[in-house]
């Protein structure tokens, strides 16, 4: 059977760099682990002071696109739906953001205080 045609060349990549892929991936994820886990002292506190900005410049720009829904009396409406169109890219901002600061913080629970 012929995959070529039904494909669009992922799984023929990946069956030719998965490996290398993985290693890199695994390299990466390993020096980020050893930073965070070495973490302590001044760093670490702007590390948090830059996880709770990225958390707050999120929560804004998430805010900022649904006030409309709120000042419509809309409160419990959840989604890319509830949000006006020409404020869909804030809200999808905002979203990264926050979600970036969380991971960020969450990463500071691997070092020492």
Request: hydrophobic content about 55%; glycine content about 12%.
């Amino acid at each position: 059977m012929d995959r070529q045609t039904r494909s669009n060349g992922l799984e023929t990549f990946l069956e030719h760099w998965g490996l290398l892929i993985t290693v890199v991936i695994a390299v990466i994820t390993g020096k980020v682990l050893a930073f965070f886990m070495g973490l302590s002292g001044t760093p670490w506190i702007w590390c948090f002071v830059a996880a709770f900005a990225l958390m707050i410049f999120g929560a804004l720009l998430i805010g900022y696109a649904k006030l409309p829904v709120y000042r419509s009396g809309r409160f419990f409406t959840f989604g890319l739906r509830s949000v006006p169109q020409q404020l869909l890219g804030y809200y999808r901002w905002g979203w990264r953001v926050f979600l970036f600061g969380v991971v960020l913080g969450v990463c500071l629970l691997l070092s020492r205080p």
